[in-house]
């Protein structure tokens, strides 16, 4: 919000509202709320309080609109004048007093950096159709489904993403489950039921995709904090053969780095892709995809009141039947970021755990916030 207008805001409450300033006029010199010195002098003139100003967080709290109006000392024409303190207004006087929350880790000279690669998180634009919540061919070409051994063969029970040619992101439940061993990856997969994946374009031409590829595992790597009780740290790497990220329907997904890593969730949609695999069964065999709004941290902490959740967590979805139900476990949120100068898919989230009745629209979804863990990421990746 520009200053100007923040002043216009000021000088109306204190036209409007009358309150009992505490400052004694002694010619030009007056007594700040905090007992100090000043002078009454217009507030265009105080910089100790147009400092304030500058700086006031939006919207103007309210316990803050109501201490600079005791600063109020009578008007210089239709301009309010202030008592003018000697000294600096101490910002934590008028701020907000917030969580203490450590913000997610500045990863830009991180030496493994250069591990991520920048043509990452491109969107498909070009026109296929598509109905409902179903996925484009090419919309979403880091999905990834981790497959399982089970007494019926291999089964996929997890998703997860393609960061690089050589690391697939996901949830540490989803690698660290002893029931059924890993036992390799999937990428490059749309239709799960079918060999081949094909659609038709708005022009009526037929495309289809490259063959997907299955990979072999070479290293598992769960969060080694991850508290199965508590689902906190719930991420996970693993090392896979050499993947072809040259193929349409096989690039890598956008981290949050630079701006993205401190993206303001506040009244915002996310979009959750995947089959609807998780540890119980697979609702779709074509990718799907699900747009839910983020739900507030004090609202998910409420909902969820018999487990802790923290900042490394994001809520979203819960709020209509079903737009919980579209991902996979391990599998991602995005939204959408500028990065390296673009428009870009960014994950911002991987999918922790939810409510058992899935789609009930009555609690959220729980994400790791992938922002805060993009360090230890960076530190488990090598060439």
């Not at 100007?4 to 300033?21: E, N, R």
């Not at 003018?84 to 450590?102: A, F, H």
């Not at 039921?193 to 598992?220: M, N, R, S």
């Not at 799907?288 to 969820?304: D, G, N, T, W």
Request: glycine share 8%.
């Amino acid at each position: 919000m520009a200053l100007d207008h923040v002043l216009f805001k000021f000088c109306v409450c204190v036209l409007i509202v009358t309150t009992k300033a505490q400052w004694v006029v002694e010619e030009e010199g007056c007594r700040t709320p905090d007992g100090g010195t000043g002078t009454c002098i217009s507030i265009y003139s105080c910089k100790n309080v147009m400092d304030v100003l500058d700086k006031v967080p939006q919207p103007i709290p309210q316990r803050i609109t109501n201490l600079l109006k005791s600063y109020h000392c009578g008007f210089d024409g239709r301009n309010p004048k202030v008592c003018c303190p000697s000294k600096p207004i101490v910002l934590d006087l008028v701020t907000e007093k917030k969580p203490d929350v450590e913000g997610p880790p500045n990863v830009s000279r991180h030496k493994n950096i250069d591990l991520l690669p920048k043509n990452c998180g491109y969107f498909d634009t070009d026109n296929k159709i598509v109905n409902g919540n179903k996925t484009g061919l090419f919309e979403f070409p880091w999905m990834a489904l981790l497959s399982y051994r089970t007494g019926r063969g291999p089964q996929f029970k997890c998703g997860a993403t393609i960061i690089n040619e050589r690391y697939i992101l996901t949830a540490a439940h989803c690698i660290t489950n002893n029931k059924f061993p890993l036992i390799g990856v999937r990428v490059g997969e749309h239709n799960i039921e079918t060999q081949k994946d094909c659609e038709l374009t708005t022009e009526g031409d037929l495309v289809c995709a490259p063959p997907y590829q299955d990979l072999a595992i070479e290293e598992i790597i769960p969060h080694p904090s991850y508290d199965t009780s508590l689902h906190t740290n719930d991420v996970g790497l693993l090392r896979v053969s050499p993947m072809n990220l040259s193929l349409e329907n096989t690039r890598p997904v956008c981290l949050p780095l630079e701006r993205a890593r401190n993206y303001n969730f506040t009244n915002r949609n996310c979009v959750v892709t995947g089959w609807g695999v998780t540890e119980t069964g697979r609702s779709s065999p074509d990718l799907l995809k699900v747009q839910i709004p983020v739900v507030p941290y004090e609202e998910c902490a409420r909902l969820y009141k018999d487990i802790k959740i923290t900042h490394q967590q994001l809520c979203a979805g819960g709020k209509t039947k079903g737009d919980s139900c579209g991902g996979d476990s391990g599998g991602p949120l995005h939204v959408m970021s500028q990065l390296f100068n673009d428009a870009r898919l960014v994950q911002q989230g991987i999918v922790s755990f939810g409510p058992r009745n899935c789609g009930a629209g009555i609690l959220p979804g729980v994400y790791t916030r992938v922002a805060y863990y993009m360090d230890w990421i960076l530190d488990n990746m090598r060439p």
